[in-house]
């Protein structure tokens, strides 16, 4: 393998990347210990896009999924014990924001079987319960925040 990029920006340890489509383009998105998710364009030079902001703890792992036509991101911190989810193509606020009970230990997007529009939020906590939540058709009209 050669070395072909060096992603400067995060101030804590990087703790996961993700790939996902934009439209006609690839992004790239990382999550740190800096509480932060950063967005980057590897067709401009890795040319960071957005930061978001809103985690009060590292975030821990971050995942992509559609939403309609739209792509949306899942974080989650232990830290904090919330899940959020972001528009990756604006420097906004989290859309969502479902505080936890227990720390969270994984998730995942699981498409639900009726209805392919949909998706299933599936996270595993700590003290081994698995929560799972059913995506709205958009992420317009959500709460800004849910206590589960």
Avoid at 54 to 69: P, R, S
Avoid at 123 to 135: I, R, T
Wanted: with cysteine; proline share 4%; net charge negative.
């Amino acid at each position: 393998y050669k070395l072909l990029h060096t992603l400067q920006g995060h101030t804590g340890w990087v703790m996961n990347m993700i790939s996902f489509q934009d439209g006609d383009n690839v992004r790239l998105a990382s999550c740190s210990g800096d509480t932060t998710i950063r967005i980057w364009d590897p067709s401009d030079d890795y040319k960071l896009l957005h930061t978001l902001r809103g985690h009060t703890g590292e975030v821990d792992n971050i995942i992509a999924f559609q939403v309609g036509d739209n792509v949306r991101l899942a974080s989650f911190s232990e830290v904090d014990k919330t899940v959020r989810i972001w528009d990756p193509t604006k420097n906004d606020d989290a859309i969502l924001i479902i505080t936890l009970r227990e720390k969270p230990w994984f998730f995942t997007i699981i498409p639900a079987p009726e209805n392919n529009e949909r998706n299933i939020l599936a996270v595993g906590l700590q003290n081994g319960d698995v929560l799972f939540w059913e995506s709205p058709e958009t992420t317009e009209n959500c709460s800004r925040s849910q206590n589960n």
